[in-house]
């Protein structure tokens, strides 16, 4: 019997395994808020986060991963259809960070601690960004949709410190078919080695 995965299938149990975690970190973060800190106007959100892992990781794929995050957002706040539209739409703004990937190199933004700051600020700025123009297309003021910037400021933060710390872990940030074949390269060297 062979134990070992194809790519597609280490990609679908990576993929369900990071959405398992985000659904699972919204939905205990959101619950808590809502039941310890209703009159809070912050939230505190983790999707920005695994999105911008996730990109790193696969691509367009972590696209799953914003609109999860969005759905769980919505769900959970009991959303009109029209939030439901404003925060799944504007979630997927965060992919335009890819360009980012492309332009500076996935190495590099790992590598370097402020160019991984800054690709993490990237993400949820456009998810904010996103956000804003959804609701201003869908009508909303500019006050209501600058709100989407002032409210959601922890989760910048927290973005940025689980995306740092995602960057400093061997093999988490980074584009998982160049991690795979890095991986496969030591150990054909530690056999050759001995």
Not at 119 to 129: D, E, N, P
Not at 155 to 184: C, N
Request: proline share 2%; aromatic share 12%.
């Amino acid at each position: 019997m062979n134990r070992h995965l194809t790519f597609q299938q280490y990609r679908r149990l990576d993929l369900f395994l990071f959405a398992a975690m985000l659904v699972l970190s919204e939905l205990l973060i959101l619950t808590a808020g809502r039941k310890w800190f209703p009159a809070q106007l912050y939230t505190v959100s983790v999707t920005a986060a695994v999105t911008a892992i996730v990109l790193m990781r696969w691509g367009l794929f972590a696209g799953i991963h914003a609109l999860l995050g969005a759905l769980v957002f919505c769900l959970v706040g009991h959303a009109t259809p029209r939030q439901f539209l404003i925060y799944c739409l504007g979630n997927l703004f965060s992919l335009a960070a890819l360009l980012l990937i492309r332009f500076l190199g996935p190495e590099k933004i790992r590598t370097e601690k402020l160019l991984t700051l800054l690709y993490a600020v990237c993400v949820i700025v456009l998810m904010w960004l996103g956000r804003a123009l959804v609701a201003l297309v869908t009508g909303a003021s500019l006050h209501t949709c600058f709100g989407f910037f002032t409210t959601d400021t922890l989760s910048g933060v927290f973005t940025m410190v689980i995306v740092w710390i995602a960057g400093r872990l061997d093999g988490v940030f980074e584009p998982q078919k160049s991690y795979l074949l890095r991986l496969h390269r030591e150990m054909e060297q530690e056999k050759g080695g001995f």
